[in-house]
């Protein structure tokens, strides 16, 4: 196994494990509203998922009208490559 592949697992593990951590000792932390979606991840990048249908807004409970996003499908569609739509610069 090579040097960096032994590391891309290992960094998958860490992440995967800290995610499962919080998820367990916080619950309330695994929704982002849509102003911390935007602080971490960009307002571009949260506006062009929504706009492409990769992420939705979803109220957990139906008698709050506060709407919020899946934090790990978030951080899923950010790690993935999932530009597939880029356009040279000339083609813009």
Known sequence: MM?????SLLKTAVTAGAN????TCCPSQGRLTKA???RRFGRYNVDRWLSEG???LTSVNPSISKKTFDRAKL???AASSNRVTYLP???R
């Not at 040097?3 to 590391?7: D, N, Q």
């Not at 499962?20 to 998820?23: G, Q, V």
């Open 3 to 7: 040097l960096k592949e032994l590391s």
């Open 20 to 23: 499962k951590a919080l998820a």
């Open 36 to 38: 911390q979606a935007y």
């Open 54 to 56: 990769l992420i939705e």
């Open 75 to 77: 951080e899923a569609i």
């Open 89 to 91: 610069v000339a083609e």
